[in-house]
């Protein structure tokens, strides 16, 4: 909640609004904001929460991701990810510290909660002094209120304690991370003998009846994907646009139910600066009047000049918008009193403001109407549509009816590519999700009526099915014969490393062990630590086994070119002791300590879960977010 608050963005008001604290807080009550619906979409010992407080919490994930992410981060991927399942497990975990925390009788001061509510940044004006308005105005933005906020902070500087009673005096010691600092930065050097596949001499051409058997025994690698014909039927809201009769009567209704989007409001550009008595302020008015600049007069008494840029009369406080807006360009006025000072400004720009009327944007207003008669007309035809499909009319005649294009994929694959490799239906709307509705379909059946967007729908027939198939050896011959001989080189390659692997752990010495293999490279490796990046030498497996080994070990790995031998030839202890090693040491202990701290929270959190009991209503979850594939 307070993360909600401090993330934030703080606005021109900072500068200017303050009210006493005594009077916000001595309103302040102790009730939760939000009573929610009686079913709850989980049940924590004998509380329940509710569908309201999951959604709140699964926006709130959905936008940190779709902030990471991008603009476009989806739902569909948002529940691929388990955002909504982490909001809830948040929640639930809450709620089991919350119940922990008043069966220990541990409860916040109010002056410690007023404290703590006093430190959030973006409750604060420019001159860092707390803004009860300020903070009002962003509690309303955020669904909040005060008391409800408070209760927020309350409960989770409550489970903070809670949680920090838990981990309290859980570290790691320095002989744990001197021995991890060891274990991480123990450097080994090894010898590596590279044998490309692609250096093996060809094998003599195989007969019919081994390349058959190859092509039956590598069958997934020649097998032609399903394919199928599809017949798309689409309604879209552009093609209706062009229909739709605009009247007089119809602009002026629209019109007038969106006044507020054709009423351009004044702005003023405002410097303004704040006196402690109201004979500084007479002071300082009089000398600007006289002809010097607010900034030199404040400077000159010892108080700063802010200026507002671009507001408007209703982001300014009852006190200063009035005379500010009443002031014309390049004058100035005051002394107004608020509960900083008392302010004089200068208007330093005005941008009048103004309606367009009716006349002037009737052709923006006409391609409204249009667009918003289209929408209506495109779902009263998404009806009638699937109507005539439910009542068993064929998907063209049924497509006529309602006025629907028919477009024809041939022999599409899954991927909506032909046989080919070629995209088909790049320009209808949603055509991946057009194609993944084709395939659900039995042949020659006609899918449901669905979504394409916000402006059209569609419905899809399997026309044709063509199911997956192995092609014949014929029709692939050479791709089998080339993949044939790929195999027998790495066999030869891999022969070829067993023995030099044998002589390597025999004390054969590298170059010795590669000699007569064609392009063999003898490398010496520098050395690898085991928290260190991969190497570009080494594969991952030889290099995770000759770590757990001795020196004169050998291991054999594949990288995608070819095999490589490595024998591991020195190991270089990693010192603690170094002063150097101090700061990863630091690192490793801190790491390694809250490491037992999560560890610990999480077994605290199960014994909570076992001894409170916890319940989720899946059901509900389901039919509120129509998962129905889960």
Not at 92 to 114: F, H, M, N, P, S
């Amino acid at each position: 909640m307070l993360q909600i608050i401090r993330s934030t963005a703080g606005s021109w008001v900072v500068k200017i609004l303050f009210v006493a604290l005594i009077i916000s807080f001595a309103v302040w009550g102790i009730g939760d904001v939000t009573k929610g619906v009686q079913t709850g979409v989980a049940k924590v010992g004998d509380r329940s929460i509710t569908p309201v407080e999951l959604d709140q919490a699964y926006r709130a994930e959905f936008n940190r991701m779709k902030q990471m992410v991008g603009p476009e981060f989806t739902e569909e991927q948002a529940r691929q990810f388990g955002l909504r399942d982490r909001a809830l497990e948040q929640l639930i975990q809450k709620e089991l510290l919350a119940l922990a925390a008043e069966d220990l009788g541990l409860r916040i001061a109010d002056d410690t909660v007023r404290a703590e509510v006093l430190k959030v940044p973006a409750f604060k004006d420019s001159f860092g002094n707390f803004d009860a308005n300020l903070m009002r105005a962003l509690l309303q933005q955020n669904g909040l209120t005060e008391a409800g906020f408070v209760e927020d902070v309350r409960s989770d500087m409550a489970r903070s304690d809670l949680i920090g009673a838990v981990t309290a005096g859980a570290s790691a010691s320095k002989t744990l991370a001197e021995a991890l600092f060891r274990y991480r930065f123990e450097g080994r050097t090894f010898e590596a003998v590279t044998i490309p596949f692609n250096a093996m001499p060809a094998a003599p051409s195989p007969d019919q009846a081994t390349l058959e058997a190859f092509h039956k025994d590598k069958a997934v690698r020649y097998t032609a994907p399903e394919y199928r014909t599809l017949n798309v039927a689409l309604l879209e809201t552009a093609a209706l646009t062009k229909d739709v009769e605009v009247t007089d009567e119809a602009l002026r209704e629209y019109y007038d139910a969106h006044a507020g989007d054709y009423i351009t409001p004044e702005k003023r550009s405002i410097a303004q600066a704040v006196f402690p008595s109201k004979e500084a302020a007479d002071k300082a008015l009089a000398a600007v009047n006289g002809g010097k600049k607010i900034e030199d007069v404040a400077k000159e008494a010892g108080v700063e000049a802010v200026t507002l840029d671009d507001v408007q009369k209703d982001g300014l406080p009852a006190e200063l918008s009035e005379p500010a807006f009443a002031a014309a360009s390049g004058t100035s006025g005051g002394p107004v009193e608020s509960a900083f000072g008392f302010h004089i400004f200068t208007v330093t720009k005005v941008q009048a403001g103004g309606e367009r009327k009716l006349e002037e944007v009737k052709d923006e207003v006409a391609q409204k109407v249009r667009q918003d008669k289209a929408l209506e007309k495109l779902f009263e035809l998404s009806t009638k549509l699937e109507d005539e499909l439910a009542g068993g009319t064929p998907l063209a005649e049924a497509a006529q009816t309602v006025g629907a294009r028919i477009v024809k994929l041939e022999k599409v694959d899954s991927r909506g590519a032909n046989a080919a490799g070629v995209a088909q239906g790049a320009d209808l709307p949603a055509i991946d999700k057009i194609i993944a509705s084709g395939f659900t379909v039995a042949s020659g059946q006609t899918g449901s009526v669905e979504e394409a967007g916000s402006d059209a729908f569609f419905a899809v027939q399997a026309e044709a099915v063509f199911p997956a198939a192995l092609k014949p050896l014929d029709e692939v011959k050479s791709l089998v014969l080339g993949d044939w001989q790929a195999e027998q080189k790495q066999i030869a390659a891999r022969k070829k490393a067993e023995e030099v692997a044998t002589k390597l752990k025999a004390g054969t010495q590298a170059k010795e062990a590669a000699s007569g293999i064609p392009s063999a490279l003898v490398q010496n490796v520098d050395p690898l630590m085991r928290a260190g990046a991969p190497s570009a030498i080494v594969p991952a497996a030889a290099q995770q086994t000759l770590f757990s080994g001795a020196v004169g070990d050998v291991a054999t790995g594949e990288k995608p070119t070819g095999v490589v031998v490595v024998k591991l030839t020195g190991i270089i202890p990693a010192d603690p002791a170094n002063p150097m090693a101090a700061a990863q040491v630091t690192q490793l202990a801190n790491a390694t300590g809250q490491a037992i701290q999560d560890e610990l929270v999480l077994q605290y959190l199960a014994a909570l879960r076992a001894h409170y009991g916890v319940t989720i209503n899946q059901t509900l979850i389901n039919q509120l977010y129509r998962t129905t594939q889960e």
